[in-house]
C-alpha cells in the first residue's frame, strides 16, 4: 500500500510517498480501507517538530480518517467488517489503509460522504469541547470565530448556529468570509484590517459573550478586549505562530475568564468523557444538526500540496487526502 512518510523532522517538502505493507489490526483496534484522511494544522507541527509530542522519524503523518472497516482487532465490539468510519489514527492517516482503536471510531450515517466526514473529528470535538464544555455556550450569547473560515474555525460556526447563538466571522479575505456567512455566520468581518476590538462592540451592543481564539498573534489582544463584562476567552491555538501576551487586568477589570482548550490531552486524561463528547457529534450528524462542509481534496501523493496551502492560509474549511484519487 502506498504511504505518506516523514524521514527526517523539518518542512513539509521533506515528505514522500513510499510502499509498505499493510498493517494488521491489533487487539482493539479496526483496520479501514481509507477513503479519505483529514488533514490538519497539526500534521504541519509533528512534522516540523513543533509539537509538544515529537514523534521519531520515520512515521506516517495523519490523525484522522473516514472508510471501510476491512478487519478486526482481537475484542473489539460493536463494529463490522464493511461498516463505514471515522477514526482517529493517531498517526499513520496518510495511508491507503490504517488502523485505529475502535473506541476511536464512529459509525458513519449514509447521509454523510466520507471526505466531508475524514476532517469532522478533531475540528468538531474541539469545537464542541470549547463551546458547550468549557464556556457553556447559550442561545444569548453572541460569539466572536477568530480564523472562521480555517478548519475549526467553520466547525465552531457551525456548533455556535446550532446552539442558536449569534456569530461574528472573523476572516482574511472576501471569498473565505462568505463561506462563513454561508455556514450561519451572522456577521463576517476583516480582521486583517479592521478594528477587532471596535467593531466587534459595534456589532454587538457593547462587547461579546465569546471569543474562539485559533489564531492568537496580533488578534487575541483585541479579541479579548472586545469581550463584555463576564465574557469567556476560549484559548484554542496560535495558527498566526506566535502566542500573544495579554495583560491580565484585562480578565480583572470585567470578570472575564480565560479558558485553555486542550482537547488533545483530554482524549487521553479523560476517557469516559471523551466517548461521550464522540457519541454527541456522532447523533448531530446523524440527526444533521451539525453539517459539515465540503473539503478541499487532493490526492494521497499531493500531500506536500495539501499541507502547504494549509500552511499558506489558501484552504477554506478542511483539506482531505483521497487514496482512491490518482
Ligand atoms: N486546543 C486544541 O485542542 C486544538 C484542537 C485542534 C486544533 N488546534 C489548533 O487550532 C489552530 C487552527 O487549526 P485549524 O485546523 O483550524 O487550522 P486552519 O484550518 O489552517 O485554520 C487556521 C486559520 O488561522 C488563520 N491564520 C492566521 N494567520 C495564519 C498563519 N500565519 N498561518 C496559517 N493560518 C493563519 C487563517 O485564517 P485567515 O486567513 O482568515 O486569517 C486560517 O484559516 C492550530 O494551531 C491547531 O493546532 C487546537
Given at each position: 500500500m502506498k504511504v505518506v512518510v516523514c524521514?527526517?523532522?523539518?518542512?513539509?517538502?521533506g515528505l514522500v510517498v513510499e510502499e509498505r505493507p499493510e498493517p494488521e489490526a491489533a487487539p482493539g483496534q479496526l483496520r479501514i480501507e481509507v477513503e479519505a484522511a483529514g488533514v490538519n494544522f497539526v500534521d504541519i507541527l509533528f512534522v516540523g517538530g513543533q509539537y509538544q509530542i515529537r514523534p521519531e522519524p520515520p512515521f506516517v503523518p495523519g490523525s484522522e480518517v473516514a472508510g471501510r472497516v476491512t478487519a478486526l482487532g482481537a475484542g473489539v465490539e460493536g463494529f463490522g467488517v464493511g461498516d463505514r468510519v471515522v477514526a482517529m489514527t493517531g498517526m499513520g492517516g496518510f495511508a491507503e489503509v490504517a488502523c485505529a482503536r475502535a473506541d476511536n471510531a464512529l459509525l458513519l450515517p449514509d447521509s454523510l460522504p466520507s471526505d466531508r466526514a475524514a476532517g469532522v473529528l478533531q475540528s468538531y470535538a474541539t469545537a464542541l469541547y470549547a463551546l458547550?464544555?468549557?464556556?457553556?455556550?447559550?442561545?444569548?450569547d453572541t460569539v466572536l470565530i477568530l480564523g472562521a473560515a480555517g478548519g475549526v474555525g467553520l466547525a465552531a460556526i457551525d456548533v455556535a448556529r446550532a446552539s442558536g447563538a449569534r456569530v461574528i466571522a472573523a476572516a482574511s479575505s472576501e471569498e473565505k468570509r462568505a463561506a462563513c456567512l454561508a455556514a450561519g455566520a451572522e456577521v463576517a468581518i476583516d480582521y486583517t484590517r479592521e478594528d477587532l476590538k471596535k467593531r466587534c462592540r459595534e456589532l454587538s451592543d457593547g462587547g461579546v459573550d465569546i471569543v474562539f481564539d485559533p489564531v492568537g498573534g496580533p488578534y487575541s489582544e483585541p479579541a479579548l478586549r472586545a469581550l463584555r463584562w463576564g465574557g469567556r476567552f476560549l484559548v484554542i491555538g496560535f495558527a498566526a505562530g506566535e502566542i500573544a501576551r495579554v495583560p491580565l487586568n484585562l480578565a480583572l477589570l470585567n470578570r472575564r475568564s480565560i479558558l485553555g482548550v486542550d482537547w488533545g490531552a483530554f482524549t487521553g486524561r479523560d476517557r469516559e468523557g471523551h466517548r461521550r463528547l464522540l457519541a454527541e457529534i456522532a447523533t448531530a450528524l446523524g440527526d444533521q444538526t451539525l453539517s459539515p462542509v465540503e473539503p478541499q481534496g487532493y490526492p494521497l501523493r499531493r500531500a506536500v500540496d495539501a499541507l502547504r496551502d494549509l500552511s499558506e492560509r489558501r484552504v477554506i474549511g478542511k483539506a482531505v487526502l483521497l487514496p482512491k484519487v490518482d
Open positions: 524521514n527526517q523532522l523539518g518542512p513539509i517538502e458547550r464544555w468549557r464556556a457553556e455556550i447559550s442561545a444569548e
